[in-house]
């Protein structure tokens, strides 16, 4: 059984830092492609992030510079490190697993990013 | 990055139809339309992918299609499970990711 589990959410200040963790199980973690979506408190989603098999990032324009992801095969980990958050990336992230590069068969139940002062 | 521009309601009573459209902004959506349902406080679930494609478990009641620039996604036999929130997305050629607004569904 596909499981993702994400963690690291919380409380940060603007313009401070967060890493976000996803351990992964159930599946060949290496052989997929690994996304980033959010949802802010009562809007629609955004995507965030996804990294390749190959280790590739792309991310949304929202994003960029800011925030990094990562994977640990060896872990069966995928990572997002957020730097200079802002009070508009307060939401849940979810972390989920590509079907096929262009979809998302499997998700977290997320964690959430409050960006406060 | 463009949007995609989902209607924000739609509605239907038990065992009628109902179809939800998603325009994109370019002439054609592209071959990469993919549909998510979300219950409340839950994470999506993936109901449609490459347009029309269901993954494994997801009823026969759930179709896709295209036609230039917008994608619609059908829903047949409404059940009062199929209410939610549904969300499109697209891809284009080194862009990322994007998804609609969202739909909210009602069986009424």
């Known amino acids: 059984e596909v499981q993702l589990l994400e963690s690291g959410g919380g409380l940060v200040q603007p313009g401070g830092s967060l890493r976000l963790s996803c351990a992964a199980s159930?599946?060949?973690?290496?052989?997929?492609?690994m996304s980033w979506v959010r949802q802010a408190p009562g809007k629609g989603l955004e995507g965030v992030a996804l990294?390749?098999?190959?280790?590739?990032?792309i991310y949304a324009d929202s994003v960029k510079g800011r925030f990094t992801i990562s994977r640990d095969n060896s872990k069966n980990t995928l990572y997002l490190q957020m730097n200079s958050l802002r009070v508009e990336d307060t939401a849940v992230y979810y972390c989920?697993?590509?079907?096929?590069?262009?979809?998302?068969?499997?998700w977290g139940q997320g964690t959430l990013v409050t960006v406060s002062s | 990055q463009s949007a995609l521009t989902q209607p924000p309601s739609a509605s239907g009573s038990p065992g009628q139809s109902v179809t939800i459209s998603c325009t994109g902004t370019?002439?054609?959506?592209?071959?990469?339309v993919s549909w998510y349902r979300q219950h409340p406080g839950k994470a999506p679930k993936l109901m449609i992918y490459?347009?029309?494609k269901r993954p494994s478990g997801v009823p026969y009641r759930f179709s896709g299609s295209k036609s230039g620039n917008t994608a619609s996604l059908t829903v047949s036999g409404l059940q009062a499970e199929d209410e939610g929130d549904y969300y499109c997305?697209?891809?284009?050629?080194?862009?990322?990711?994007?998804f609609g607004g969202g739909t909210k569904l009602t069986v009424l």
């Open positions: 989920a697993k590509d079907l096929s590069g262009y979809a998302s068969d499997y």
């Open positions: 159930g599946f060949t973690f290496s052989s997929y492609g």
């Open positions: 990294i390749y098999t190959n280790g590739r990032p």
């Open positions: 370019s002439s054609d959506i592209g071959d990469y």
């Open positions: 490459e347009v029309n």
């Open positions: 997305t697209s891809y284009e050629v080194g862009d990322y990711v994007r």
